[in-house]
């Protein structure tokens, strides 16, 4: 029984470090926190990425139900992205992930 839920332990981490452990993910939902954001406020508030990996990681949280996206048909067209209730559970999990970055690691 106890080599069962190893197994299954590890398929359920991998399964979230496939949503979560890329470089901007997090940065992304992030961000998010403050709410509803536009493609180019994204941009402008994560350093150093550039558009093609936002467009990549946006359609990969969007697929996983972690951020919602919105179009609006206005030329040019208005995109707004937003955290869905699966993506605001997240929300503690970072934080503490910040706080521990900030009491241990060193820059």
Not at 4 to 31: H, Q, R, S, T
Not at 63 to 69: L, W
């Amino acid at each position: 029984m106890k080599k069962n839920v190893k197994i299954e332990f590890k398929c359920v981490l991998k399964d979230v470090l496939e949503i979560l452990g890329g470089k901007w993910a997090i940065p992304i939902i992030y961000v998010l926190f403050d709410g509803t954001k536009r493609f180019k406020e994204l941009e402008r508030n994560i350093p150093n990425i550039n558009t093609r990996m936002l467009v990549k990681e946006l359609k990969k949280l969007e697929a996983a139900n972690i951020i919602s996206r919105k179009a609006y048909p206005t030329v040019p067209p208005t995109v707004e992205y937003s955290l869905t209730v699966k993506g605001k559970k997240l929300q503690p999990i970072i934080l503490s992930l910040y706080k521990w970055g900030e009491e241990n690691v060193d820059l």
